[in-house]
């Protein structure tokens, strides 16, 4: 069974602009959760998704936004970037049956430079 | 509001000792408890998780962790650790009914010297 996949892997972009990043979760898995990774202030939970709704939503600014499509797949998108947005950008997948407790299988990650 | 404290940001220790991770939270509802380990540019991997029963949780590759109510922590140890070990690992608690949002600690690098 393939992995969580996101989409690109690297990314570089200049102050002001937008970026739009993709996650594809595991066959069959409903939810999907974002997180930032800086070696500041470490992984933080931006927003979880399940069957295209918003369920959680962490403590960002309204740059960040994100959405699910019907297949499951999620895309994030960050407007007006500052170089502060300089981050990995982790995506995860689970079931979600049971609501909470499951295991979230991760992807790769986005590696995404603001200059 | 959850918080998780790892007390050690750096653990070296030699092949085939011991090692110890330590992790405590915070929290006012009930928690899951996770550790998970990222290897050099790559995602996290689930090690173990804690939802209920056993204290005690066990991986397939020798991790072992547990859960302490009284004392809020979930320590991660092995009895020998390998070169291949070498990792950066990070506690997690989620609370319960919070819809798989994780709370992460800063993280431990672990460094396996031979």
């Known amino acids: 069974k393939a992995g969580v996949t996101q989409t690109p892997r690297y990314l570089i972009k200049t102050r002001g602009q937008q970026v739009t990043l993709s996650c594809s979760p595991i066959?069959?898995?409903?939810?999907v959760s974002w997180y930032q990774q800086t070696p500041g202030q470490g992984l933080q939970f931006l927003f979880e998704?399940?069957?295209?709704?918003?369920?959680n939503k962490g403590n960002f600014p309204g740059r960040f936004s994100g959405r699910q499509f019907s297949n499951s797949r999620s895309e994030m998108n960050v407007s007006t970037l500052e170089l502060g947005d300089s981050a990995l950008y982790l995506c995860?997948?689970?079931?979600?049956?049971?609501?909470?407790?499951?295991?979230?299988?991760f992807g790769p990650g986005t590696r995404l430079t603001v200059l | 509001a959850q918080s998780v404290t790892q007390l050690d940001s750096q653990v070296p220790v030699f092949e085939e000792a011991p090692v110890e991770l330590r992790c405590n939270y915070s929290?006012?509802?009930?928690?899951?408890l996770f550790w998970y380990v990222q290897y050099p540019n790559q995602g996290l991997q689930l090690l173990l998780k804690y939802l209920s029963g056993s204290t005690l949780v066990e991986s397939i590759n020798g991790f072992e962790a547990e859960f302490n109510k009284s004392q809020t922590s979930f320590h991660l140890r092995k009895p020998s650790v390998h070169i291949s070990d070498t990792a950066e690992y990070f506690c997690?608690?989620?609370?319960?009914?919070?819809?798989?949002?994780?709370?992460f600690g800063a993280g431990t690098r672990l460094a396996v010297h031979p």
């Open positions: 995860a997948s689970s079931f979600a049956l049971a609501g909470d407790g499951d295991t979230q299988y």
């Open positions: 998704y399940f069957s295209e709704t918003q369920r």
């Open positions: 066959s069959g898995h409903r939810s």
């Open positions: 929290s006012s509802v009930s928690v899951y």
């Open positions: 997690a608690v989620s609370e319960t009914g919070g819809y798989n949002k994780l709370i």
